[in-house]
């Protein structure tokens, strides 16, 4: 009995497109920038440097006290806020994110920027 179970773990495992090589880091980078007295955001997307999705994520932000509140290279990232406050949460998927956003930002917020990076 061990030894088919071993079978069909291991034949599961090779059949599995999840377990066809190693997994690829991503390569690229994202940013959100954000004012919260403005309200102004900015994001970037798969940038080559961790420093060209910051500055791209400030020039589409459009004021000049937007800050980055938060960058992420191989998943993505989501701002919530609310009229008081805002939270930046990471995850492997948009939607990862963006509920991590509204859970730690609390009632009456709302996603206001996402970025994902490939």
């Not at 059949?15 to 997994?23: D, E, R």
């Not at 690229?28 to 420093?51: E, K, L, M, N, Q």
């Not at 020039?59 to 980055?68: G, N």
Request: aromatic share 6%.
């Amino acid at each position: 009995m061990a030894r088919t179970l071993f079978l069909a773990v291991i034949g599961f495992a090779l059949g599995n497109p999840a377990h066809a090589g190693p997994v690829r880091e991503s390569r690229s980078y994202a940013a959100i920038a954000y004012h919260a007295a403005s309200g102004g955001v900015g994001w970037a997307a798969d940038r080559a440097t961790s420093r060209e999705a910051r500055l791209e994520a400030l020039r589409q932000c459009a004021h000049p006290k937007c800050e980055v509140v938060g960058t992420v290279r191989g998943g993505c990232a989501a701002l919530a806020r609310s009229e008081r406050k805002f939270k930046l949460q990471k995850g492997v998927t948009r939607a990862e994110a963006e509920t991590k956003a509204l859970r730690t930002c609390g009632q009456g917020c709302e996603i206001a920027a996402w970025t994902c990076t490939r």
